[in-house]
């Protein structure tokens, strides 16, 4: 995004393209619709800089973060032509295919590593109990640490063989009960999510109502605290729900590896939907008008005059608040805890324990924050390059924390299944993602006052005026393409080169089969000569044995 439209922009501001702007040529817009109130750098007090640092409000609203900023058409220099809304439109979807071609080349490859990791249950006991040791352990908290894993992973193995034979023994009127049990607990789970979401619907809505009254109460806590208050309420369901879902997993009776997996799901699903409610509950604000006063520019033009870079502020705030969170968190926290259970004999510190760092709440909080990246994008196309900051922070940050503050947890999560199970919920996340994105481009008018789609009534108008402009062969060609009469074709074709490669894929599955079978034969006929070889060999011995003794 920097290199397509923020680099683009700056250059035009120095002089050194002539640029137009869609204000120039933009009389058929209504005025009341142009109206935006830019920010005055007149004397204030401090802390409403500080408030708009952290909100993205104010001075900080009127700069390259964000998309009401980026106000060019066009960009031209002798025979150079820029158009940045096209750019900006094309970019927006690069990335987000760059991002989904990466993380489905990843996702194979750990998938080949956990399919055959878990196709034989035996060979994967062999492993562990005969290969698994890394003889050049020579800490002895690390040969402690690397038994105690292998001592999980083997028991999380006989768990799971023995919930297998559970499930296998389980009468009739057991299953009735174990299901009703779920589907009970489901229930309650539905129930903390209905009122997360309740909760961070009102929580938005009051925020909304304040910041648009355009008072001041005075108080730098007051005014960052109400700034903050959908943020604070998303962050605290992130780490409350967890909680609840791991009292409420342990009567549902999975096995230990499924358990950990499903109770992850569970709270990446509360954190993404969270967001897509917090999304949801601003354009309800931004669709919904009193009068019929949408009627004019689309969408609530008095509150939200730029409703996109609205959007992309609270992106911004989740992004800074989750950093904010996890630094006091590892400061205010995790270090005192290890100050306390270190140097303080008390027995209820010495119960505590220091805190048990978690791989998988971790990565998944780094599935959160690039899921606000994928979203925040279209809206701040500076906001990659703050995550970027973000995580090589929350990198150093997390490692001193780890080495100094945390113990490794006493339920360690499998690297053979991690690599793809991480993969396949950031994949989730960004079809995810992908949706208030589209959302947005093709159904809500883009605003009127600031950003470079003035001219069109949604963002996707960009791609139709942009093929008019064609020569007429190419034009026609580009429409026929998206036509039914290429693309029910074009469907069939696919679906005949899926079957096939699903059918490829079912043979290949049954000649490994057959290979396989052929291995553990030849096993079988190594067995028996060995046995053969050992017999022949001892009745050779003992006939010498024999012929020794006669004579």
């Not at 995790?334 to 998988?360: A, D, I, M, N, Y």
Request: proline share 4%.
């Amino acid at each position: 995004m920097f290199t397509f439209i923020t680099l683009p922009m700056i250059i035009a501001d120095h002089g050194f393209l002539n640029t137009t702007s869609p204000h120039d040529t933009s009389s058929a817009i209504a005025e009341e619709c142009k109206v935006y109130e830019e920010f005055n750098p007149k004397l204030v007090l401090f802390y409403s800089y500080m408030t708009n640092l952290l909100s993205g409000t104010g001075f900080l609203e009127q700069t390259y973060l964000f998309y009401g900023f980026y106000r060019i058409e066009d960009m031209r220099s002798w025979n150079f032509h820029y158009n940045l809304p096209l750019a900006y439109f094309i970019t927006t979807f690069a990335y987000i295919l760059l991002s989904l071609f990466w993380i489905v080349k990843r996702a194979v490859e750990g998938f080949k590593q956990s399919f055959i990791r878990s196709e034989d249950r035996f060979q994967s006991f062999c492993n562990k109990i005969f290969a698994g040791w890394d003889f050049c352990i020579r800490d002895e908290r690390a040969a402690e640490l690397k038994h105690r894993s292998l001592q999980y992973e083997l028991k999380t193995d006989l768990d799971e063989e023995r919930i297998k034979q559970k499930i296998a023994d389980r009468t009739q009127k057991e299953k009735v009960k174990i299901y009703l049990l779920r589907a009970l607990l489901n229930l309650l789970v539905v129930l903390i999510l209905i009122v997360c979401f309740y909760i961070i619907y009102q929580t938005t809505v009051y925020s909304q109502q304040y910041n648009n009254k355009k008072t001041n109460s005075g108080s730098f806590t007051i005014d960052l605290t109400v700034e903050y208050l959908p943020s604070i309420v998303i962050t605290a369901a992130n780490f409350i729900t967890p909680l609840l879902f791991e009292r409420i997993i342990r009567f549902e009776d999975y096995s230990p590896a499924f358990e950990i997996k499903f109770m992850l799901i569970r709270s990446v699903f509360v954190r993404l939907a969270n967001i897509i409610v917090l999304l949801v509950s601003l354009w309800l604000q931004i669709t919904t008008c009193g009068d019929g006063e949408c009627k004019t520019c689309g969408y609530n033009h008095k509150l939200y005059p730029c409703w996109e870079t609205r959007i992309g502020q609270e992106m911004y705030k989740l992004m800074i608040f989750d950093l904010i969170i996890i630094a006091s968190v590892t400061l205010f926290v995790e270090f005192p805890r290890k100050l306390l259970v270190t140097f303080c004999p008390f027995p209820p510190f010495t119960w505590w324990g220091q805190q048990q760092f978690s791989v998988p709440q971790n990565v998944l909080a780094i599935v959160y924050g690039q899921t606000i990246c994928w979203i925040g994008t279209f809206y701040s196309p500076l906001l990659p390059g703050i995550a970027t900051i973000k995580y090589f922070t929350i990198f150093y940050i997390k490692k001193i924390s780890l080495m100094t503050n945390c113990q490794p947890s006493t339920r360690p999560f499998r690297a053979s299944s991690s690599n793809f199970f991480f993969l396949a919920v950031l994949l989730i996340g960004l079809p995810l993602a992908c949706v208030p994105i589209i959302f947005s481009i093709a159904l809500i008018n883009s605003s009127k006052s600031c950003g470079p789609f003035i001219h069109f009534n949604t963002t996707w108008e960009i791609i139709p005026h942009t093929i008019n402009s064609f020569p007429d062969s190419l034009r026609r060609l580009l429409y026929g393409l998206a036509s039914e009469i290429f693309a029910v074709p074009f469907f069939i074709f696919v679906c005949l080169i899926l079957f096939y490669l699903v059918a490829l894929a079912a043979a290949h599955k049954r000649v490994v089969m057959q290979l396989r079978d052929q291995l553990a034969m030849q096993g079988r006929d190594k067995q028996y000569l060995i046995r053969k070889l050992t017999r022949e060999s001892f009745i050779a011995k003992k006939r010498l044995a024999m012929s020794k003794l006669r004579n």
